[in-house]
Protein backbone atom coordinates (compact mmCIF):
# COMPACT_ATOMS: atom_id res chain seq x y z
CA UNK A 1 0.00 0.00 0.00
CA UNK A 2 1.12 3.00 -0.84
CA UNK A 3 1.15 5.94 1.73
CA UNK A 4 2.15 9.62 1.80
CA UNK A 5 2.19 10.84 5.37
CA UNK A 6 2.31 14.47 6.12
CA UNK A 7 3.13 16.34 9.05
CA UNK A 8 4.33 19.48 11.00
CA UNK A 9 1.60 22.39 9.86
CA UNK A 10 0.48 24.70 11.95
CA UNK A 11 -0.37 28.25 12.82
CA UNK A 12 2.80 30.18 12.89
CA UNK A 13 2.91 34.33 13.04
CA UNK A 14 4.36 36.00 9.95
CA UNK A 15 8.19 35.81 9.81
CA UNK A 16 8.24 32.53 11.88
CA UNK A 17 9.25 29.25 10.50
CA UNK A 18 7.69 25.51 9.83
CA UNK A 19 9.27 22.45 8.62
CA UNK A 20 6.73 19.97 7.32
CA UNK A 21 8.10 16.38 6.78
CA UNK A 22 6.53 13.71 4.37
CA UNK A 23 7.05 9.54 5.35
CA UNK A 24 6.30 7.99 2.21
CA UNK A 25 6.08 3.96 2.29
CA UNK A 26 4.81 1.57 -0.43
CA UNK A 27 7.30 2.28 -3.28
CA UNK A 28 10.99 2.81 -4.28
CA UNK A 29 11.31 6.11 -2.39
CA UNK A 30 14.94 6.94 -3.91
CA UNK A 31 13.84 6.43 -7.38
CA UNK A 32 11.35 8.94 -6.82
CA UNK A 33 11.47 12.71 -7.57
CA UNK A 34 9.37 14.62 -4.98
CA UNK A 35 7.44 17.47 -5.23
CA UNK A 36 5.05 19.95 -2.59
CA UNK A 37 2.43 21.78 -3.73
CA UNK A 38 0.00 23.76 -1.93
CA UNK A 39 -3.37 25.36 -2.65
CA UNK A 40 -4.67 28.32 -0.81
CA UNK A 41 -8.82 28.83 -0.35
CA UNK A 42 -10.31 29.69 -3.85
CA UNK A 43 -6.67 29.56 -5.60
CA UNK A 44 -5.28 26.77 -8.01
CA UNK A 45 -2.86 24.13 -6.61
CA UNK A 46 0.46 25.26 -6.88
CA UNK A 47 3.91 23.65 -7.88
CA UNK A 48 6.11 25.11 -4.46
CA UNK A 49 9.09 22.60 -4.96
CA UNK A 50 11.00 19.92 -6.72
CA UNK A 51 13.72 17.82 -5.97
CA UNK A 52 14.94 14.89 -7.75
CA UNK A 53 15.76 11.55 -6.65
CA UNK A 54 19.57 12.29 -6.63
CA UNK A 55 18.71 15.16 -4.34
CA UNK A 56 20.10 17.68 -7.14
CA UNK A 57 19.10 20.30 -9.02
CA UNK A 58 16.31 21.72 -6.59
CA UNK A 59 13.59 23.99 -8.39
CA UNK A 60 11.36 26.11 -6.31
CA UNK A 61 8.67 28.93 -7.39
CA UNK A 62 9.55 32.22 -7.53
CA UNK A 63 7.21 33.34 -4.52
CA UNK A 64 9.28 30.81 -2.15
CA UNK A 65 12.95 30.83 -3.43
CA UNK A 66 15.34 32.13 -1.04
CA UNK A 67 13.03 31.20 2.10
CA UNK A 68 11.75 27.51 1.17
CA UNK A 69 14.34 24.67 1.12
CA UNK A 70 13.47 21.37 -0.11
CA UNK A 71 15.17 18.47 0.99
CA UNK A 72 14.98 14.57 1.24
CA UNK A 73 16.32 11.71 3.66
CA UNK A 74 16.31 8.29 1.18
CA UNK A 75 17.33 6.08 3.77
CA UNK A 76 14.02 7.55 6.28
CA UNK A 77 12.32 7.80 3.29
CA UNK A 78 11.43 11.14 4.13
CA UNK A 79 10.96 14.65 2.22
CA UNK A 80 11.42 17.50 3.83
CA UNK A 81 10.09 21.65 3.34
CA UNK A 82 11.80 23.73 5.40
CA UNK A 83 9.29 27.34 5.55
CA UNK A 84 11.05 30.39 6.79
CA UNK A 85 10.00 33.96 7.03
CA UNK A 86 6.83 32.96 6.59
CA UNK A 87 4.26 35.32 4.91
CA UNK A 88 0.30 35.25 5.31
CA UNK A 89 0.10 34.85 1.87
CA UNK A 90 1.97 31.27 2.37
CA UNK A 91 -1.46 29.96 4.21
CA UNK A 92 -2.41 26.90 2.53
CA UNK A 93 -3.00 23.30 2.73
CA UNK A 94 0.44 21.95 1.79
CA UNK A 95 0.93 18.23 -0.13
CA UNK A 96 3.51 16.21 -0.68
CA UNK A 97 3.52 14.10 -4.53
CA UNK A 98 5.92 11.50 -5.29
CA UNK A 99 6.60 10.79 -9.31
CA UNK A 100 8.68 7.60 -9.90
CA UNK A 101 9.42 6.88 -13.64
CA UNK A 102 9.38 3.93 -14.94
CA UNK A 103 10.62 2.32 -18.39
CA UNK A 104 7.89 1.60 -21.46
CA UNK A 105 5.41 2.94 -19.21
CA UNK A 106 3.69 6.36 -17.55
CA UNK A 107 4.87 7.40 -14.62
CA UNK A 108 3.49 7.13 -11.23
CA UNK A 109 1.67 9.44 -9.28
CA UNK A 110 1.38 9.64 -5.66
CA UNK A 111 -0.11 12.62 -3.32
CA UNK A 112 -0.09 12.81 0.32
CA UNK A 113 -3.47 13.96 2.57
CA UNK A 114 -2.43 17.62 2.82
CA UNK A 115 -1.12 19.67 6.01
CA UNK A 116 -2.51 23.10 6.67
CA UNK A 117 -0.17 25.64 7.12
CA UNK A 118 -1.49 29.23 8.55
CA UNK A 119 0.46 32.37 9.29
CA UNK A 120 -1.36 34.77 11.02
CA UNK A 121 -0.92 37.48 13.19
Known amino acids: QVQLVESGGGLVQPGGSLRLSCAAS????????MSWYRQAPGKERELVAVIPSTGGSTNYADSVRGRFIISRDNAKNTVYLQMNSLKPEDTAVYYC??????????????WGQGTQVTVSS
Open 97 to 110: QAVLFVVSAPPYEY
Open 26 to 33: GFTFSNSF
